[in-house]
């Protein structure tokens, strides 16, 4: 018997308030929902992350993006320390603003850290975790995380970025994918909020460690996915996290770096998919 799927639809842009901040986010489909997280690099978004993967997964799930706090289009309140805590309590409360009480979180890097608190501060409402190129234990900074924290906006720095740290090849990094993140960086207090959510000691954007026994704790079902050549994370913290999870399976693909969703997109969009229908 065959089974039948909605055609492909392209996200609608969507702004809710969430904890008090108006929250920018994107959403595809109907079903059960998939909160989709993404990354921390310089001029990212859940447009920038997941905009080649939303229209295959919508065929089969509501599919919902938020712009985290201090990235994208969603406010940056004068006021807010940023932290892991801060980004977590962020994601529930959009989540509650959309009355959503339990659902499959697909977290990018940064995203995958704050699904792995999610997952520890109320197991009940994630029903799965997909943690791409998701920082764990054993992580340590590498050449690829220092030069993301260390871009200063311009067309070239944000190109040897893409280039250098996040695909294998430098074909994908078009002129177009270039101005849109040089872009996105440069939007009013992007550059100023990124480089203090890491580097302003009142903040503590970098502080997303996570011990043996927390992983240990997490028993949510997780796919655990990494590009064998990733150069941000390295794809020995998955396995190490493949270790300590008591519920994950490791998909690892080669000739791949930091970007599974972009430089293996259609494989990755399939694979997240069954995985989150339970096949």
């Given at each position: 018997m065959t089974t039948q799927t909605a055609p492909a639809q392209s996200p609608a842009r969507r702004t809710i308030t969430a904890g008090g901040i108006a929250t920018a986010y994107l959403e595809a489909g109907t079903g059960a929902p998939v909160l989709m997280l993404h990354g921390s690099g310089p001029g990212v978004?859940?447009?920038?992350?997941?905009?080649?993967?939303?229209?295959?997964?919508?065929?089969?799930?509501?599919?919902?993006?938020?712009?985290?706090?201090?990235?994208?289009?969603?406010?940056?309140?004068?006021?807010?320390?940023?932290?892991?805590?801060?980004?977590?309590?962020?994601?529930?409360a959009f989540l509650d603003a959309h009355e959503i009480d339990r659902v499959a979180v697909v977290g990018n890097s940064l995203g995958g850290r704050i699904a792995l608190q999610m997952a520890t501060d109320h197991p009940d409402r994630i029903s799965r975790m997909v943690l791409m190129g998701a920082p764990g234990v054993g992580m340590v900074p590498t050449d690829g995380l220092k030069a993301l924290r260390a871009y200063q906006p311009s067309r070239e720095a944000m190109r040897d970025l893409l280039r250098n740290y996040f695909a294998v090849d430098p074909e994908l990094i078009t002129d177009e994918l270039v101005e849109t993140r040089y872009a996105a960086s440069i939007a009013d207090g992007a550059h100023e909020t990124y480089r203090a959510m890491f580097f302003d000691p009142k903040h503590a954007g970098s502080q997303l460690g996570i011990t043996e026994d927390e992983v240990r704790a997490i028993a949510t079902p997780t796919l655990l996915v990494h590009g064998r050549e990733d150069k941000v994370v390295p794809l020995s913290v998955s396995i190490t996290m493949l270790d300590l999870l008591p519920n994950a399976d490791l998909h690892v693909f080669s000739r791949c770096g930091h970007w599974t969703q972009i430089e293996r997109g259609a494989e990755f969009s399939a694979l997240v998919s069954d995985f989150l229908s339970g096949n």
């Open positions: 978004s859940a447009l920038a992350n997941w905009q080649n993967n939303i229209p295959t997964l919508a065929q089969r799930f509501r599919v919902l993006a938020p712009d985290i706090v201090g990235f994208g289009a969603t406010e940056r309140p004068a006021d807010i320390i940023y932290s892991l805590r801060t980004w977590t309590d962020h994601v529930w």
